[in-house]
């Protein structure tokens, strides 16, 4: 890790934090308003059901979305504990304070992330 990333580990640690409580809240509402709603209105014809569906699967969409973010705040903010992070995980070069203030729970420098992301679309497209 650099050293400008050392001196600014509190503010990363703080915008984890935040990031963390807010993704707890949003999954906790989400939890909550399934159990409440069971649905999201009364159906009264096929366009409605079909309005239902849509916003149940977005709903669900969003929420899996959170826990997925939620997962990585906290391997971030372990990483913080263990005085890892801030190092790629693959090339194991410190990531660049500027991608760290942006994407705090980055697990890897940019270079290494887009090189991921590339072989999993050649992978998804392999005939």
């Known amino acids: ?59 669900d969409a969003e929420e899996r979305r959170d826990v997925d973010e939620l997962a990585r705040v906290e391997c971030a903010l372990s990483r913080l504990d263990k005085a890892t992070y801030g190092d790629c995980a693959q090339c194991g070069k410190p990531i660049p304070l500027q991608r760290l203030l942006v994407q705090p729970a980055a697990e890897r420098c940019a270079s290494c992330q887009a090189a991921l992301e590339h072989g999993l679309q050649r992978a998804l497209h392999a005939p």
């Open 1 to 59: 890790m650099d050293i400008d990333t050392q001196t600014h580990l509190t503010t990363l640690r703080e915008l984890l934090t935040y990031r963390l409580h807010e993704l707890q809240a949003e999954v906790h509402a989400a939890e909550q308003g399934a159990r409440d709603d069971g649905g999201f209105g009364d159906v009264t014809d096929l366009k409605d059901e079909a309005d239902d569906e849509l916003l149940s699967r977005v709903a």
